[in-house]
Every structure is written in structure tokens, then in C-alpha cells.
């Protein structure tokens, strides 16, 4: 492989620190009521689950 033809970088592990920050951010700004559950496995977020609730009075 020559330089002009190099692989593109994998994230690094701040670049995907960082974006997963930035996706429980931006779970929480836009949540009310409810839980935010992160998973992680080997020290990496795999997944955000958000779970809202929402309540009515009854009629």
C-alpha cells in the first residue's frame, strides 16, 4: 500500500469516548421523565437505552 493509498484511521478510544458523551447528552436533553441505562462491554458503551414515561389523569 503506498501513502497515497493509506487506510483510514480507526477512532480512537477518546474520538469514541467522546461520541458516546455526546449520545448520552443528547438522550438526556431530551428526556423528561424516565431512565437512561448505558451498556457497556470490555470498558466500551455498546448501547443507550432510553425509556420515557409518560403518565395520564384519568377522565
Same mark, same amino acid.
Given at each position: 500500500? #503506498?501513502?497515497?493509498?493509506?487506510?483510514?484511521a480507526a477512532p480512537s478510544a477518546? @474520538? =469514541?469516548?467522546? !461520541? #458516546?458523551? @455526546? #449520545? /448520552?447528552?443528547? =438522550?438526556? !436533553? *431530551?428526556? &423528561?421523565? *424516565? #431512565? /437512561?441505562? $448505558?451498556? +457497556?462491554? %470490555?470498558? &466500551? +458503551? +455498546?448501547? /443507550?437505552? $432510553?425509556? %420515557?414515561?409518560?403518565r395520564f389523569t384519568p377522565r
Amino acid at each position: 500500500m #503506498s501513502l497515497s493509498q493509506t487506510a483510514p484511521a480507526a477512532p480512537s478510544a477518546s @474520538d =469514541a469516548l467522546n !461520541e #458516546s458523551l @455526546d #449520545s /448520552i447528552r443528547q =438522550a438526556l !436533553e *431530551g428526556l &423528561r421523565f *424516565g #431512565s /437512561i441505562t $448505558v451498556t +457497556v462491554h %470490555e470498558g &466500551r +458503551v +455498546v448501547q /443507550i437505552d $432510553v425509556t %420515557e414515561k409518560r403518565r395520564f389523569t384519568p377522565r
